[in-house]
């Protein structure tokens, strides 16, 4: 087998493969082909199988095996024959990802900032969004927060009159698991911790303050030379995004139009920072419940003054469970509490498909 490559589309509950092609020399008898395959799980808990291998068909340079889409992010084995070749397949064995719709994002490196950006055939300055991940998706392979969740693809797929840019926020000292292990050692690592949290700090893992100023520095290189609209410029982002978002509009607030926090993180830096939000239109949205317990009752606390304040360009939406079961979230049989807990975080897959009409309401501001 000289090569095996996944293809691959990003759908609700991120990258799913659609089918593996085994790149040979050698001539097969797909007649003969006998596979099975395993952990083809298509759910947020690994619960759910999909309907596995579809076909196994003769391709120009090899054999193709379509697959009822399951996700890459769990580990797979596909055994069996081709032909008279016994072969043995799993995720570490995959030679080449081939991501559907990434070939029209660019990928850069500006200015210590990693980035991918996605770049409307234009003879006038148009819209940018900027789109933030979340915390499983950081680190310097520009790849992963494109693939790792719903998310800029989606976004580019629905406005591609716009520019879309998705960063990589930087993997810092400790992984996503350590810093979860330091978390714990003060106590649950989903609380919001009043106070500086070490997570904020320059070079650190997530949405630092200095990278993000990095970020918003080259959308306002990218409006000086008449890329970009001004008065057009928008920031949405989930989980640690979600509190990256916050934290954007916090480093420039004169550069954002309007925002849309999915499920934001809330800890001492973005609890303080919605308290004191600035004027620009914002429009949170998260799950009645999800692993941060006291995500929503911060949020909804911050809320509540900015509201008491007059302010009418703050908007906050709780989905409710039928809304998430709409998208199999919180209905997969047999899960358990922390499970349901951990489905429900996805609630930016509601967002995404504008949900409310968020993403309508969002891009409808233009600065005065």
């Known amino acids: 087998m000289n090569k095996i490559v996944a293809f691959t589309h990003i759908g609700d509950y991120g990258q799913a493969v659609d089918s593996i092609k085994f790149i040979s020399d050698n001539e097969f008898n797909v007649s003969e082909a006998a596979l099975t395959i395993e952990g083809h799980y298509c759910d947020l808990s690994r619960k759910a199988l999909s309907k596995g291998i579809l076909a196994v068909e003769k391709a120009a340079d090899g054999v193709e095996v379509t697959v009822d889409p399951f996700l890459y992010r ?32 660019t990928a850069k490196n500006e200015n210590g900032v990693i ?4 770049e409307p055939e234009a003879i006038t300055a148009r819209p940018l969004v900027l789109f933030l991940h979340g915390g499983g998706e950081c680190g310097e392979d520009n790849f992963i927060q494109m693939t790792g969740t719903l998310g800029a693809l989606r976004l580019a797929e629905k406005w591609p009159e716009m520019y879309v840019m998705a960063p990589q926020a930087p993997a810092g000292s400790l992984t996503m698991q350590e810093n ?46 008449g890329k970009v609209d001004p008065k057009r410029v928008y920031v949405i982002g989930m989980s640690m995004g979600g509190g990256g978002t916050i934290n954007a509009v916090s480093v420039a607030p004169d550069l954002f139009t309007a925002a849309a926090p999915i499920c934001p993180s809330m800890n001492g830096e973005s609890y303080a920072q919605l308290l004191h939000w600035p004027k620009v239109p914002v429009w949170i949205s998260t799950a009645y419940m999800d692993h941060q317990h006291g995500r929503h009752a911060y949020i909804l606390n911050a809320c509540n003054k900015l509201w008491d304040e007059g302010r009418k360009d703050v908007k906050y939406t709780i989905y409710l469970p039928e809304e998430l079961e709409k998208y199999g979230i919180g209905n997969t049989e047999g899960i358990n509490s922390k499970e349901l807990d951990a489905e429900n975080h996805n609630s930016w897959i509601l967002t995404l498909h504008n949900e409310k009409g968020i993403l309508d309401w969002m891009i409808s501001h233009i600065k005065e």
Do not use: H, Q
């Open 74 to 105: 769990y580990d797979f084995k596909i055994s069996g024959k081709l032909g008279r070749e016994e072969i043995t397949v799993t995720k570490k064995e995959i030679n080449e990802l081939v991501v559907k719709g990434l070939d029209t994002f």
């Open 115 to 118: 980035y991918r950006i996605y």
């Open 180 to 225: 979860f292990e330091v978390m714990k050692k003060r106590s649950n690592p989903f609380r919001v911790e009043i106070g500086m949290t070490p997570f904020a700090l320059k070079g650190e893992r997530g949405w630092n303050r200095d990278y993000l100023g990095k970020v918003c520095d080259i959308i306002r290189k990218m409006i000086a030379e």
